[in-house]
């Protein structure tokens, strides 16, 4: 990956925004988004990190030009670009009330505002992101979503989509607190987020319980390690092939594979290895997705050895181990709400103290 500092990968991101996203039909602004939007100027940007960009447009995101752009370079800057539709960002308390939404607009993100609608949307969400009517109800966004993508577990689905259907909705767990901790709810480092959180409120304890459902509490920084260089094979036969489109695609690629592989490599070396493992079985998933549907059966077969070998590692190598987790993630969903309402309160109280 190119090393840079934030300020030149956000002129870039920038640049393309008024040289290409502009010029798009429908245009109505663009802003940052993402795990980045906090860093200074002169910080360098982090290992596996992109830049965040959002294009705001007038129609649906599924008509919007070119949908979906997803990871590309652009002035050596590693840019991701997700189109969305204006209207959900018409109604300042919708924007409010969604964990996913409300966080860029706690601050000054705004690339592009031809119609000053995104300055007007700021000036209304900015002073109220943090007050307790409107974190709860973000966190209860995450919690409620993390409930319906467990119940609705299809086990007839083809293996490494349920995989991806357990996993994903298990990890919005750590966006329950996240959200009630006013953190960026990101994606791919969750659960390092969820811990540094955790742990400057005195609830490790809670974070070990997180991992535990997850299933990697016990993982070793050497298993770990084995896992990602399995992976790194089955990530480059995933994107040699690859030719359907999936909602991922763009993290399937070379240009992706420091993110995938490089980032999560220097993840365990720091000490990460066992939140990593959440990031390590999604990847795993989507190139198995890939592969099951662009792939020569015998080039399927050698990759599946070493899917199977992590998710036996995570106490997940049936469909019934799987679908027993996901029972046990939601029977545990009520004690991580009252851990974010405990995070709320002491933030709240923090704040009238001073």
């Known amino acids: 990956m190119v090393s840079m500092d934030m300020g030149t990968a956000r002129a870039?991101?920038?640049?393309?925004?008024?040289?290409?996203?502009?010029?798009?039909?429908?245009?109505?602004g663009a802003y940052f988004a993402g795990s980045t939007v906090g860093l200074p100027d002169a910080a360098p940007v982090p290992l596996g990190s992109d830049i965040?960009?959002?294009?705001?447009?007038?129609?649906?995101?599924?008509?919007?030009?070119?949908?979906?752009?997803?990871?590309?370079?652009h002035q050596a800057a590693l840019i991701e670009v997700t189109h969305l539709?204006?209207?959900?960002?018409?109604?300042p308390e919708r924007v409010l009330a969604s964990y996913h939404l409300a966080g860029p607009f706690a601050t000054d993100t705004v690339?592009?505002?031809?119609?000053?609608?995104?300055?007007?949307?700021?000036?209304?969400?900015?002073?109220?992101?943090?007050?307790?009517?409107?974190?709860?109800?973000?966190?209860?966004?995450?919690?409620?979503?993390?409930?319906?993508?467990?119940?609705?577990?299809?086990?007839?689905?083809?293996?490494?989509r349920l995989v991806m259907s357990w996993l994903f909705p298990t990890g919005v767990a750590t966006h329950v607190l996240l959200a009630a901790g006013l953190r960026n709810p990101t994606v791919r480092l969750r659960y390092v987020a969820v811990r540094e959180l955790l742990a400057a409120h005195g609830l490790l304890d809670l974070h070990e319980e997180l991992l535990a459902l997850l299933g990697s509490a016990a993982l070793t920084a050497e298993r770990a390690e084995e896992h990602l260089h399995a992976l790194a094979g089955t990530f480059d036969a995933a994107a040699h092939v690859a030719r359907t489109p999936f909602p991922y695609s763009s993290d399937l690629t070379p240009a992706a594979r420091p993110i995938a592989i490089d980032a999560s490599l220097a993840l365990i070396r720091s000490g990460a290895h066992r939140?990593?493992?959440?990031?390590?079985?999604?990847?795993?998933a989507r190139c198995h997705?890939?592969?099951?549907?662009?792939?020569?059966?015998?080039?399927?077969?050698?990759?599946?050895?070493?899917?199977?070998?992590?998710?036996?590692?995570?106490?997940?190598?049936?469909?019934?181990?799987?679908?027993?987790?996901?029972?046990?993630?939601?029977?545990?969903?009520?004690?991580?709400?009252?851990?974010?309402?405990?995070?709320?309160?002491?933030?709240?109280?923090?704040?009238?103290d001073t």
Do not use: C, Y
């Not at 539709?85 to 109604?91: I, N, S, T, W």
């Not at 609608?117 to 007050?131: N, Q």
């Not at 939140?275 to 795993?284: G, I």
């Open 275 to 284: 939140e990593v493992a959440f990031w390590l079985a999604a990847t795993f």
């Open 111 to 160: 690339i592009a505002d031809p119609t000053g609608k995104l300055a007007r949307l700021r000036e209304a969400v900015a002073p109220r992101f943090a007050e307790p009517v409107w974190v709860r109800r973000r966190f209860g966004e995450a919690a409620g979503k993390a409930e319906r993508g467990l119940r609705s577990l299809d086990p007839a689905a083809p293996w490494p």
């Open 289 to 352: 997705t890939v592969l099951d549907a662009d792939a020569p059966e015998a080039r399927r077969r050698a990759s599946a050895p070493a899917f199977d070998a992590l998710l036996a590692d995570l106490g997940v190598g049936t469909r019934g181990d799987l679908l027993a987790r996901a029972d046990a993630v939601l029977a545990h969903l009520p004690r991580v709400r009252e851990a974010a309402e405990g995070i709320l309160q002491a933030a709240a109280a923090e704040m009238s």
């Open 85 to 91: 539709p204006r209207e959900l960002l018409a109604d």
């Open 12 to 28: 870039a991101a920038s640049d393309w925004v008024r040289s290409r996203g502009s010029r798009e039909p429908g245009f109505r």
């Open 52 to 73: 965040d960009v959002m294009v705001v447009t007038e129609g649906p995101a599924n008509e919007a030009p070119g949908g979906k752009l997803g990871k590309f370079r």
